[in-house]
T-cell receptor
Framework: NAGVTQTPKFRVLKTGQSMTLLCAQD?????MYWYRQDPGMGLRLIHY???????AKGEVPDGYNVSRLKKQNFLLGLESAAPSQTSVYFC?????????????FGPGTRLTVT | TQLLEQSPQFLSIQEGENLTVYCNSS?????LQWYRQEPGEGPVLLVT?????EVKKLKRLTFQFGDARKDSSLHITAAQPGDTGLYLC????????????FGKGTLLTVNP
């Protein structure tokens, strides 16, 4: 099993450009999450999904959109990138039957917006 | 809003030393998880503690959940350079809350 994979690993965007980050998991997990990690700020939840076709806002959703058309994939979109969105983005998934919602993370995407 | 405070924020020690890092909150959690994140990688789950006063051991790592389920500690015995990384605690408030509350982490460097 590959677990949670993310593409791309690195990306540089100019202000105003758009892009989509792809997260895929092969563990049949129901729940999926997108976080951003910035120095001194910890992990902050952007959006999450509790099942195929459903999404919900997290702590810092502004400037991002998400879609979960298939259970195994969770896409994060930036419609008009801003320098403030320079960060490392992590996707995670967890099993619905897990009482404690332990999360399994991907390796991250390092995004720079100039 | 539930918060988890981790201390210290940074810790640099020599190989062979012992250390303890802390994760504290004013809120009660139904369970608490510890993750380790190595440079350039995503966090990896180390352990989950669910019962107040619970102690779990993972080789040289000892995890304890406070009696009141508001705090936790991680003790590493005879640290090795391979223990270097960011240690994150995360709490689950229970029920059908799908989200975890993460602390900001302790960045541990073990020097050879």
């Amino acid at each position: 099993n590959a677990g949670v994979t993310q593409t791309p690993k690195f990306r540089v965007l100019k202000t105003g450009q758009s892009m989509t980050l792809l997260c895929a998991q092969d563990m049949n997990h129901e729940y999926m999450y997108w976080y951003r990690q910035d120095p001194g700020m910890g992990l902050r939840l952007i959006h999450y999904s509790v099942g195929e076709g459903t999404t919900a806002k997290g702590e810092v959703p502004d400037g991002y959109n998400v879609s979960r058309l298939k259970k195994q994939n969770f896409l994060l979109g930036l419609e008009s990138a801003a320098p403030s969105q320079t960060s490392v983005y992590f996707c995670a998934s967890s099993l619905a039957d897990s009482k404690n919602y332990e999360q399994y993370f991907g390796p991250g995407t390092r995004l720079t917006v100039t | 809003t539930q918060l988890l405070e981790q201390s210290p924020q940074f810790l640099s020690i020599q190989e062979g030393e012992n250390l303890t890092v802390y994760c504290n909150s004013s809120s009660v959690f139904s369970s608490l998880q510890w993750y380790r994140q190595e440079p350039g990688e995503g966090p990896v789950l180390l352990v989950t503690v669910v019962t107040g006063g619970e102690v779990k051991k993972l080789k040289r790592l000892t995890f304890q959940f406070g009696d009141a389920r508001k705090d936790s500690s991680l003790h590493i015995t005879a640290a090795q350079p391979g223990d270097t990384g960011l240690y994150l605690c995360a709490g689950h408030s229970g029920g059908s809350n799908y989200k975890l509350t993460f602390g900001k982490g302790t960045l541990l460097t073990v020097n050879p």
